[in-house]
Each structure stands twice: as C-alpha cells, then as structure tokens.
Nanobody, 115 residues
Framework: VQVVESGGGLVQPGGSLTLSCALS????????MSWHRQAPGKERELVAG????????NYADSVKGRFTISRANAKNSVTLQMKSLESKDTGTYYC?????????WGQGTQVTVFS
C-alpha cells in the first residue's frame, strides 16, 4: 500500500500549482485524506483535509481562500489546487491517508515559490 504525490515544482509568486495524491491497492474514498507541508527548519503542519465522503473540508488559516482540496474518487485520488502562491508556501508537501493509527504518508513533493 502506498501514497504517491505528484505535481510539485517551481512557480513564481502569484502562480498556481495542483498537487495530486493517489492511493495504491486501497480504495481512497474509504478514508479521510489530508495535505501537510514542511518548510525548512519548521515542523510539519496541516494544510487541508477532506473527509471520506468529500462533504467536509478544513484548511489552515494561512491558505484559506487560496487552496482547495477535492476528491476524484473515480481516479482514486485527491487533489490540492493552490492559487496565489506566496514564498511562505514553499516546502515539501505530504499527502496523508487516515487509515487509523499513524495512517499512511507519502514521500512528499517539493513546492518552491520564488521571485
């Protein structure tokens, strides 16, 4: 069982990126999913989460109105649309599947916002 992220990259301030998270060997829509990020020298923080049905989402205050988490259950994936990116959004973004206990983490995808 694996969580695999994709879609990171380099972008200028004000730009957009979309991250995707796929869950192998399990049906993703059975689980709550979330995105977290970790900037250099800082602790990992929750960015956005969505419940298994896709009916409830939550966001860090710093990304509200700019980021959108959504499910594409037919594709067994979760996406994070990021708009109006700022330098403070730079970091490694991790997808997490809430399987109970510690859950399952992906390896991360790097997002760098540079001017």
């Amino acid at each position: 069982v694996q969580v695999v992220e994709s879609g990171g990259g380099l972008v200028q301030p004000g730009g957009s990126l979309t991250l995707s998270c796929a869950l192998s060997l399990l049906t993703l829509n059975d689980y709550g999913m979330s995105w977290h990020r970790q900037a250099p020298g800082k602790e990992r923080e929750l960015v956005a989460g969505i419940n298994s049905r896709g009916t409830t989402t939550n966001y860090a205050d710093s990304v509200k109105g700019r980021f959108t988490i959504s499910r594409a259950n037919a594709k067994n994936s979760v996406t994070l649309q990021m708009k109006s990116l700022e330098s403070k959004d730079t970091g490694t973004y991790y997808c997490h599947a809430d399987l109970g206990g510690p859950g399952l983490w992906g390896q991360g995808t790097q997002v760098t916002v540079f001017s």
